[in-house]
């Protein structure tokens, strides 16, 4: 689906839409042609409140013409609000048999360019979906909305900060497409492939293999991916926007197990089909990093994708098995089905090796422990550094992909200990995802400012929300391009 702007609005478009801030309530009228002013009445009658994505739909003739109409409430004006809004049209029309729509701002004043850019960057967002494996969709199911024409007093304003978020945009569906596709489409290899289109952007990639990766001592990732014939990736994405003037930079390390049955410590058969959105921290990094890219962020940033398949075959590794980490740590691992941290670990570590970052934040479904603390609401951070905890809130309510800060602390890290080995994958049941956390950080070095986002809730909807349908959300991405945005770029 394409979005333009333009001074005027198309009076010719399938549906022609009017925005009404919740202010402007009282003055639909003067927002609507002479001949349609009528509605105004009849979308009272049908209470119409002009609440963020409230929709109202009536017919008009206007000039001998039949007009479809639409009012769309724009509630407080809000971003988020915008956002919301612009999604409540692309659901309406997407599948409705128009292919055009003309929305017109150019009454709603108080709209200005930054507020229209993100009423077009809901419509747009909502507009991703996966049709793929549907070769028998009913004609009357298929998408049909091919423009949304956006008229607007300062067009040029619009224009200029379009792009850009656009680009975010991009950023989003590609962690949404990574995130839908099954497991036998996205494993490590795959994963990497479809990651090679951001080599045309300007980003530098680089792949470990196997070998390589046994070379480097990386025994904590390996476990995991033994037990599958699935050979496993290490995917590092550079992107430098400042000319290599921020020689340090951030570094992003996404968790991504393309499939997780748990392994021998098999998880059991109902729902587990959910795994194949396992690699969400991994999807979220290479959006970003595809959103970054994208709008030629002005700042220096890596993003690391560690990539298994946990499953459970002959060569799998056993509950009770000890293995080495890159940074020569010892681990029990109690429990194969705690292998995220074990995949994160060897990834942090060379991570910092290879890059000496002084800030480095992890995404990953790591824990369903987090879904139970904080439902689908809020992702859960745990960092070492109160000021990165500060930064990274403040991104996340700016951009919509809220976080939630836990708590960290020796007593909790007291139960990772292991009785044989240096540290054990699992603690007891309670604080499941703060002895996670306690985990990775162990492997956090001196110096480093860390944060770890549990994104176990936050990477798939059951629900249609703000600007998605249910399924991949795109988490993530938002949030790590708010925080760069926010603190990187000149
Ligand atoms: N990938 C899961 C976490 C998960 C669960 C994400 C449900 C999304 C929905 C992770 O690898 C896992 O299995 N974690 C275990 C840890 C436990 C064995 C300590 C869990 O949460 O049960
Ligand atoms: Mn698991
Ligand atoms: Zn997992």
Partial sequence: MNIRFAAQPDSTAGVIVYPVAKKALESVA???????????????????????????????????????????????????????????????????????????????????????????????????????????????AKPTLKEILIAATDVEGVEKIWPDMKAVAEGVMFTRELVSEPANIIYPESFVERCEKLKELGVEITVLDEAEMQKLGMGALLGVAQGSVRPPRLLAMRWDGTNGAQETPVCFVGKGVTFDTGGISLKPGPGMEDMKWDMGGAGAVAGTMLALAGRKAKAHVIGVCGLVENMPDGNAQRPGDIVTSMNGQTIEVLNTDAEGRLVLCDAMTWTQQTYKPKVMLDFATLTGAIIISLGHEYAGMMTNSDDLAGKIAKAGTECGDPVWRMPLGDAYNKLIDSPIADIKNVGPREAGSITAAQFLQRFVEEGVEWAHIDIAGMVWAAKPGATWEKGATGYGVRLMNQFIADNFEA
Wanted: proline share 1%; net charge negative.
């Fill in 30 to 140: 003067n927002l609507l042609p002479l001949e349609a002013a009528f509605l105004a009445d009849a979308a009272k009658a049908a209470r119409f409140d002009a609440a963020a994505s409230a929709l109202f739909e009536g017919f008009a003739s206007v000039e001998g013409k039949l007009h479809r109409i639409l009012l769309v409430g724009l509630g407080e004006g809000s971003a988020n609000d915008m956002e919301r809004a612009g999604a409540a049209i692309t659901a309406r029309l997407q599948t409705s048999g128009v292919e055009n729509v003309s929305i017109d701002f150019t009454a709603a004043a108080e709209a200005d360019a930054k507020a229209i850019a993100h009423f077009a960057l809901g419509a747009y967002l909502r507009d991703w979906r996966i049709d793929t494996y549907r070769t028998k969709l009913a004609e009357n």
